[in-house]
């Protein structure tokens, strides 16, 4: 697609509002279903199993098949956002029911066959119903989660995708600000107008996004991808063209093992509330400054990544990532560390998804972007479905939040480790080419 200046501005004024309404949204499932689960005497496994495991699980079994028929569909609307408004009502409605558990439960333990069922298993009746309409969101929420990103890389010119990319984690950076500032210290008098407000928000937000957001004519898929439209067929396509090179399989490590660092994420709170002794405001106000360095940087960072590319930005920040991490791990004692050491910390892990985005766009077949980026999702999130509930576990056993420190500072570390393979494997097919 081709753009006058103007044009350029009002597409990225579109997405970027999408993508600060969504980060917004996003953030109310792991900030604050921790708290009610919590309330209703979940363990630290059952709260990491139903807020991270469950998208995971979602997202390992959809991913490829939305991005793989995403890639291949040709519509009058684009190949992308039939996809994304096509699941919006849904996302909408399960997270504004979520808080809404325990009355959803009164109601249906009206039923004596439903009872009987759910007595025969080792959870409490109202934490199932948390996890079916969890369940629910993240199956519809891959969609968006997954289209939206390819919606991206198929809009934006490639020129710009860069500065983008740091918009983008800015817009986002912004939208945790926002929650945190604003919302956090209400969560526990407005936990339910939280959640509905910004599931609405959020529908209106992604409707009038994929109204005002064109996308170009895309060439039909070829002889060859038309002939493996039969879904078997279309399964062991995919497969051979993601998995059977070692070059890809070390790309999509990096990339899960960046993501399987973020199980820890859901226990910061419960380390700053009850390890640290900060109050939901007073963390609210943490995040915010957190967040508010993190969108200060993300312009900047985006500079960094021209000039010094992908690959170089992204091994440094990594291993930046596990320092801060491990220092985190020592010297988080309360008071000013605590501010100190959370805003060093997150930093790296805030900027370098803007890496890996254009490091991933740099590295994928283009014409089959959607498709390898799931399957990249697909290799994290069946990673994330055992080391979500091994993350609680551990901390469930030892005791001690502090462990998510060590915990995110080693994944990060190996991410580290593996893209150094990745680089050396690069350099290898440009000398062999």
């Known amino acids: 697609m081709v753009y006058t200046k103007s044009g350029l501005v009002v597409l990225f004024g579109w997405l970027l509002w999408g993508d600060f309404v969504y980060n917004l949204m996003e953030l109310v499932l792991p900030s604050l279903l921790p708290l009610l689960l919590k309330d209703h005497g979940a363990s630290n496994r059952v709260i990491s199993l139903i807020t991270t495991s469950l998208y995971m699980v979602a997202n390992t079994a ?23 408004a096509f699941t919006t009502p849904f996302v909408v409605l399960f997270l504004a029911a979520t808080p809404f558990a325990p009355e959803i439960w009164n109601r249906l333990s009206t039923q004596q066959w439903l009872h009987a069922v759910v007595d025969r298993i080792p959870v409490a009746p109202v934490i199932l119903v948390f996890g079916v309409l969890v369940f629910g969101f993240q199956i519809f929420n891959s969609f968006v989660a997954s289209v939206y990103y390819y919606l991206i890389a198929d809009v934006v010119p490639e020129d710009h995708l860069g500065r983008f990319y740091a918009l983008f984690r800015f817009f986002g950076a912004m939208a945790g600000m926002v929650f945190n500032f604003f919302l956090m210290g209400a969560a526990e008098a407005h936990m339910r107008e939280i959640f509905v407000g910004l599931a609405i928000l959020y529908g209106i937000a992604m409707f009038l996004m994929c109204a005002r957001v064109k996308e170009g004519a895309y060439p039909p898929p070829s002889e060859a991808e038309e002939s493996h439209a039969h879904w078997w067929s279309g399964i062991q396509n995919y497969l051979r063209q993601c998995f059977s090179h070692s070059f890809y399989w070390w790309i999509f490590l990096v990339y899960a093992l960046f993501i399987w660092a973020s199980a820890s994420n859901v226990f910061m709170l419960f380390f700053l509330r009850d390890e640290i002794g900060l109050s939901l405001a007073q963390i609210g106000v943490l995040n915010a400054w957190v967040n508010l360095a993190a969108a200060l940087m993300t312009y900047p960072f985006g500079v960094l990544l021209d000039r010094w590319g992908s690959h170089k930005t992204l091994i440094t920040f990594l291993l930046i990532s596990a320092a801060a991490q491990g220092l985190g791990y020592l010297f988080i004692h309360g008071g000013a560390s605590t501010y100190v050491f959370r805003i060093l910390a997150n930093l790296p892990v805030s900027l370098i998804p803007i890496a890996l985005a254009k490091y991933q766009i740099e590295l994928y077949p283009r014409e089959r972007y959607g498709q390898f980026g799931s399957a990249g999702s697909m290799v994290s999130c069946a990673g994330m479905i055992l080391l979500g509930p091994l993350c609680g576990w551990l901390i469930d056993s030892f005791d001690s939040y502090r462990l998510l420190w060590l915990w995110t500072g080693a994944f990060n570390l190996a991410a580290f480790l593996a893209a150094l393979v990745v680089l050396s494997k690069q350099r290898k097919f440009a000398l062999k080419a």
């Open 62 to 84: 959809l991913s490829p098949i939305i991005s793989y028929k995403s890639d291949r569909t040709r519509s009058r609307f684009g190949r992308r956002r039939p996809y994304i």
